[in-house]
């Protein structure tokens, strides 16, 4: 069991680690600790979903249906280009600092529908859950545990950033280290958006 568990947990933590939409966006809530729970269990569950659908045999869709690459592709890039510019105007403008504990500035129905665009409209999720990871799975004995393990690191480092950002609070009492994040989250967008538009 451990020598397809430990394999899918490794794999699937160093895929999620890197820098993206989905990322930064846990960052935020968890510095601002909005809605911290129901956020990474979004996070957590949507890869959840995917893996286990990866590790069942459905990489296969997009050779199955040609119109679902370029659609997720162009929607995304669509999507991070607004989501992007949001968070340009916002390190222009500056002036936000961490407030007391608890003062939430962003319903929770709206924190939800967010990330759920930024994780089901982004063709790397895809490609990392069901093409890479899927694919991978096949090549270990116990698929059942590669997709565990893989299912779990994702649980674990959402968890872990969207909970330990908090850590990083009294940086962020102060307005410039906003716009700074706001800056990065934004370039992030725009650089992962015109990825996608022309691979």
């Known amino acids: 069991m451990l020598t397809s568990f430990l394999p899918g947990f490794a794999l699937s933590l160093t895929l999620i680690m890197a820098i993206g ?11 601002r600790r909005e809605h911290v ?3 990474c269990l979004v996070c957590a569950v949507s890869d959840a979903i995917l893996i286990t659908a990866g590790v069942a045999g459905f990489g296969a869709l997009a050779e199955a249906a040609p119109w679902f690459g370029p659609l997720m592709r162009y929607g995304g890039a669509a999507f991070l280009l607004w989501y992007g510019w949001r968070n340009a105007v916002s390190a222009w403008r500056g002036g936000e600092a961490l407030e007391a504990e608890g003062q939430a500035t962003r319903s929770l129905g ?9 994780t089901w409209l982004n063709p790397h999720v895809y490609l990392d859950t069901l093409v890479l990871l899927g694919s991978i799975s096949a090549q270990y004995p116990d698929r059942l545990s590669f997709g565990i393990g893989a299912a779990l690191a ?6 872990a950033l969207g909970y330990g950002a908090r850590l990083l609070a009294p940086l962020f009492a102060k307005p410039r280290s906003w716009q700074v994040l706001d800056g990065v989250i934004a370039l992030t967008m725009w650089a992962i958006a015109v990825k996608l538009l022309v691979m």
């Not at 939409?21 to 510095?31: D, I, P």
């Not at 709206?110 to 930024?118: G, S």
């Not at 994702?154 to 968890?159: A, E, L």
Request: proline content about 3%; charged content about 5%; overall charge positive.
């Open 37 to 39: 729970l129901p956020v």
């Open 21 to 31: 939409a989905q990322n930064a966006f846990v960052l935020r809530q968890g510095l």
């Open 110 to 118: 709206k924190a939800i529908l967010t990330l759920l665009a930024l």
């Open 154 to 159: 994702s649980f674990v480092f959402f968890f």
